[in-house]
């Protein structure tokens, strides 16, 4: 079954406006993770939070992660339409030396010069 | 920007053809993994290695195989391709460092089986 799974799954804003992803999982992790993927291309890894963790900041991006929810958000302020991307949350198992990491289906953002 | 690399980026080859898809990194990291997408789809493991001479299968089945002989080289190979192997497929490392978890990805290659 699908760990992670981003909402929504699809969002337009216009450049300058805030843009707020959110992402839910079903099992216990180790670490949760956003990563960004231009079209057609690899993905890049944006910023990781580990489940000690509530809110981590890195440039224009805010995460927040809820362990008794299950559920993390990625906020970007201030978005550019370079922020056009796809962004996928994507979750580490617990324990041992297991680095799989599962990933969900995304939300694609556009941002609208 | 992370030093891995796929080759080919763009494949188009008819059904039944043996393919290699190559992955490189030049890390050091011990880990590597292949996923595959669809378009607008999420990313399915499908082999992964934790070094040396190690190689497992993922969590989607494949038909595809993959040998690690080399640290730095984990190519994937198709003996018999078929257009529901049509995909993008992205090679990607990590380390066993504290920053394990991150992975790294390199540009992926896009599958066309006619």
């Known amino acids: 079954s699908q760990q992670g799974e981003e909402d929504p799954q699809a969002l337009s804003i216009q450049e300058g406006e805030n843009a707020t992803m959110n992402c839910s999982y079903k099992t216990s992790i180790n670490n949760l993770q956003w990563y960004r993927q231009n079209s057609g291309r690899g993905l890049v890894h944006l910023i990781l939070?580990?489940?000690?963790?509530r809110e981590k900041h890195s440039g224009r991006l805010r995460v927040t992660l809820d362990t008794s929810k299950k559920s993390s958000s990625l906020l970007i302020t201030a978005s550019r339409a370079a922020d056009t991307a796809s962004y996928f949350c994507?979750?580490?198992?617990?324990?041992?030396?297991?680095?799989?990491?599962?990933f969900g289906k995304g939300t694609l953002l556009t941002v609208n010069p | 920007e992370a030093d891995i690399y796929q080759t080919p980026r763009y494949l188009v080859i008819g059904t039944g053809k043996k393919i290699t898809l190559e992955c490189s990194q030049t890390?050091?990291?011990?880990?590597m993994y292949w996923y595959q997408q669809d378009p607008g789809m999420e990313l399915h493991l499908i082999h992964y290695s934790y070094g040396v001479n190690s190689t497992e299968k993922g969590d989607l089945s494949s038909e595809s195989t993959v040998s690690r002989i080399r640290t730095e080289h984990f190519p994937l190979t198709l003996e018999s391709a078929r257009p529901s192997h049509t995909s993008q497929y992205l090679c990607a490392s990590s380390d066993r460092g504290t920053r394990g978890e991150t992975q790294y990805f390199g540009p992926g290659t896009r599958l066309l089986v006619l």
């Open positions: 939070i580990r489940s000690n963790e």
């Open positions: 994507a979750t580490g198992s617990s324990g041992g030396s297991n680095y799989k990491l599962t």
């Open positions: 890390m050091g990291h011990d880990k």
